[in-house]
């Protein structure tokens, strides 16, 4: 989970319009809030993932379901009150259920900054605070099929990464080639472009990557050897902000 910013309500949901929408749902339980007017800048604003687990939800949008945070069983009245509608996958979704998020609370990653309440050790998601314990429970952050393997995946997938990149470091080192070099900085940039916001499992990914001391080192190699560059520079800074505590 990372921190999401809310994009301004569609010009769509006028007053009116919540509550023409409001009082459908109430006379007939109609999912009123499946249309493409909500469903389109929710998941632009997740960057095409479940706002909760950050799987990929962008194969045409059909994967998404509307969340409703305040759920819909206690909140009916706030079944299109855009504040209250997040991006989630069906999993999330359907975990999180009649869960009253007023009597306990748990994370929105809208409002709160994930990075205060929950910490991962051995690809498993810990709660630093009870708002992230509750997180983990209620939405299942810490399903073994669905998540902690993938993650337990993409640490192998990235420890595969580092571990080409030294070789091509060292290839490089030895023939002073313009094409090694390519190659070694291209694959950094790519490691680091999995730690961005838009990229899927982004807080498991950067926290991997940036914790990581053999990255870490070859980050101090390549600035001694002046292959650092600004690119790179703005990469690693921005995948920073998503790096949870590693414990
Ligand atoms: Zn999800």
Redesign the pocket.
């Known amino acids: 989970m990372i921190k999401l910013e809310r994009f301004p309500k569609p010009l769509f949901l006028t007053g009116d319009k919540v509550k023409e929408l409001t009082e459908e749902y109430t006379r007939s339980g109609f999912s009123v809030w499946n249309i493409e007017h909500i469903k389109e800048p929710l998941l632009r604003s997740s960057f095409g993932k479940?706002s909760?687990?950050?799987?990929d939800l962008t194969e045409e949008s059909k994967y998404m379901e509307v969340e409703h945070f305040e759920d819909k069983k206690h909140n009916p009245d706030k079944v299109v009150t855009w504040e209250n509608l997040l991006p989630?996958?069906k999993?999330?979704?359907g975990s999180k259920g009649t869960h009253d998020v007023i009597s306990e609370p748990i994370l929105n990653p809208y409002v709160n900054d994930p990075r205060e309440h929950l910490a991962i050790r051995f690809y498993r998601m810990r709660g630093l605070t009870q708002l992230g314990k509750n997180s983990i429970d209620v939405?299942g952050l810490n399903n073994q099929e669905r998540l902690v393997l993938k993650r337990f995946e993409i640490g192998s997938q990235i420890a595969e990464s580092i571990e080409m990149a030294w070789e091509r470091y060292s290839t490089y080192k030895s023939n002073d080639r313009t094409q090694s070099k390519n190659r070694l900085i291209s694959l950094v940039e790519g490691i680091l472009a999995e730690c961005q916001p838009k990229a899927i499992y982004a807080a498991t990914t950067s926290t991997v990557v940036l914790s990581d001391r053999s990255f870490i080192g070859l980050i101090a190699a390549l600035k001694n050897d002046d292959l650092w560059n600004d690119d790179l520079e703005t990469l690693y800074e921005s995948g920073k902000e998503l790096v949870l505590e590693f414990a």
């Open positions: 479940c909760y687990c950050e799987c989630a996958c999993k999330c979704n939405v």
